[in-house]
């Protein structure tokens, strides 16, 4: 390895430990190593010896090339605004009480407690394959929790089998998780590709067999829980305009999905422009916020939903844009897909494998988002080093990363907010009783997953 490799190499490793130990300051570290990365790009473009003759020399021969103007290309704003704008019309979904009628419609068709955590699990899923993770437990615990105090039983099980099931859901379609959407980018599919992709079945299906396997397991967990279902009262929803906008930004997803991006646009043919499903997703949150301010002249729900956003997050993933388009440029995402390729002695199934059950187990313990991020930049090498197309090891990755959150009660946001709502409510969650129901779940799901994808895509 050259010079510049191993230093890019070095500095990925200590940003990655730092994220890791300090998670509260995430972002900032990242932002930080994506300033390292551009200083040495400008130093690099401006005074070459200066660390020596060869320094940003690649084994290739090539110089290490990396300025400002570099940095913003590697930066995917149309992942950036399509978590943006979602995020901001789930939030006013979320206060026209809308789930919540919907989890009470659900509730009062169960004969006992054991179908309702079903139920309940079965719906948090179904939310999330279109709503953010986190959003989806922030709007379905609290009726758990509501319906277990009423029969008088504990909330955990039923909380953490919501958290679980959020998760699960959210490689399901475009928008379900940040890491589809991060895929979708990565792979160059559209909100239909979820469903069909190649004449073959979608990640969609893939994950619906995952959760009725898991559905059984949790049936199988609660069969002892056979009280009656008493249930009086419905939540009342006044306002339906935000769920019009959720669906609207589903429905303009999905038609735009036909439209082919300039990459894979034949000669002359119509194409969409790079950020379509961005603007999108801002446009419909925009018409809300509107809407708010002009039509209902409310403008503390316009504070919350700005305030709602995840900028976390955003200000993380910008970062881990530009970090990643440094290590790529100093050669660092080809040392590591070769290593993994190698791994696997040629073999796909093999490659194929490490990726899946790797991704499961470092997401049950890091942020499954930057995982996902490097990762998917790095697949096409090892795909080339196996000598297979790389929508295989694409989808084992989703498969593992985020299913493999599930393990543990730190490996997924979804978890960790479960977790919160029910330390609120007096009840401490040790890590051994999240796990009893955490690791059969994402075993079940992740094998499912496994089995299904290598057939589908071998």
Known sequence: MSPITITALVIFAITYVLMMAFQKIRPHVVVGAALIFVVLGVIASVNPSIFGEGFFLLNSGESYNYGFAQA?????????????????????????????????????KMPNMKWVVVALSLFAGIVSAFVDNVATVLMIAPVALAFCKKVNISPVPSIICIAVSSNLQGAATLVGDTTSILLAKQAGLDFSDFFVHDGHVGMFWVVQAGAIVSALIILFMFRKDKNKVEFSGRTKVEDKFPTFLLVGTVVALIAVSFIPYKENALPGQFYKPGITNGVICIAFFLIGVIRELFVKKNKTVVKEAFKEIDYYSIILLTGLFIVIGGIKNAGVIDVIGNAIASLGSGSPFIVYTVIVWMS???????????????????????????????????????????????????????????????????????????????????????????????????
Do not use: H
């Open 72 to 108: 913003l290309q590697e930066t995917d704003w149309n992942v950036i605004m399509m978590i943006a704008g979602t995020m901001g019309t789930v939030f006013l979904f979320i206060e026209s009480k809308m789930p919540q009628l919907m989890s009470d419609v659900l509730i009062s």
């Open 360 to 458: 499961v187990l470092l997401s049950a313990f890091i942020d499954n988002i930057p995982y996902t991020a490097t990762m998917l930049s790095i697949v096409p090498v090892i795909a080339e080093g196996v000598g297979i197309e790389p929508t295989l090891l694409y989808y084992g990755l989703l498969c593992g990363a985020t299913l493999g959150g599930n393990l543990t009660p730190i490996g997924a946001s979804a978890n960790i907010t479960g977790i919160g709502i029910l330390r609120k409510e007096g009840y401490e969650v040790k890590s051994t009783t999240f796990m009893k129901y955490g690791v059969p779940f994402t075993m079940a799901a992740v094998t499912t997953g496994y089995i299904m994808l290598w057939f589908i895509w071998k």
